[in-house]
């Protein structure tokens, strides 16, 4: 009923830039939480940064002054600004939401993934 799709990912050259794109759409009522998490080959998946409902963002101290988390409420869209890249960000960057449709409690949706791959 529910689905995010990620849009944005490539190969770049290290000191280059990306933005990432993700779109709620289907049986929505309201939106929460909305971020994006990352997973290198053979790494854990970690939490790259988030925007809350509410206006705040937080952000992994590995990207902190490089990445920024951006939210059009009105388009269920969030997006990732990646500048400064590195090869340390190489990994798929998956989008999450928390939503809310319009007869249940919200559950948590992840998008399929976007590849990211940054060259030295």
């Known amino acids: 009923q529910v689905q995010l799709v990620e849009s944005g990912g490539g190969l770049v050259q290290a000191g280059g830039s990306l933005r990432l794109s993700c779109a709620a759409s289907g049986s929505i009522s309201s939106i929460g939480a909305m971020g994006w998490y990352r997973q290198a080959p053979g790494k854990q998946r970690e939490l790259v940064a988030t925007?809350?409902?509410?206006?705040?963002?937080n952000f992994a101290d590995s990207v902190k002054g490089r990445f920024t988390i951006s939210r059009d409420h009105a388009k269920n869209t969030v997006y990732l600004q990646m500048n400064s890249l590195q090869p340390e960000d190489t990994a798929v960057y998956y989008c999450?939401?928390?939503?809310?449709?319009?007869?249940?409690?919200?559950?948590?949706?992840w998008g399929q993934g976007t590849q990211v791959t940054v060259s030295s």
């Open positions: 925007f809350t409902s509410g206006g705040s963002t």
């Open positions: 999450a939401a928390t939503v809310r449709g319009p007869f249940g409690p919200s559950r948590n949706y």
